[in-house]
């Protein structure tokens, strides 16, 4: 699994990836706290941040069913 934020500028992305088998089970857990520091992320130089647009990715593979209602 994976959550990228695109560099509208450059071309490049900023990723974090979790490496392996997540199982995520009766938990409702979301992000990271320190995905990207928020002055990273406003630097108009960095371009992730373009205007009021941000582009976001995540790359996700769900294994076998799906019971969540």
Known sequence: MSLAIEDQKHGKH?????PG???FA???R????DFIPHETFR???????VGSCCV???DITVVGPSNYE
């Not at 979301?30 to 706290?33: D, E, K, N, V």
């Not at 630097?43 to 941040?49: A, H, I, K, T, V």
């Open 14 to 18: 900023f990723t974090k990836r979790i």
């Open 21 to 23: 088998l997540t199982v």
């Open 26 to 28: 009766g938990k409702c």
């Open 30 to 33: 979301w992000g990271w706290s």
């Open 43 to 49: 630097d108009p130089s960095r371009g992730y941040l």
């Open 56 to 58: 976001v990715k995540a």
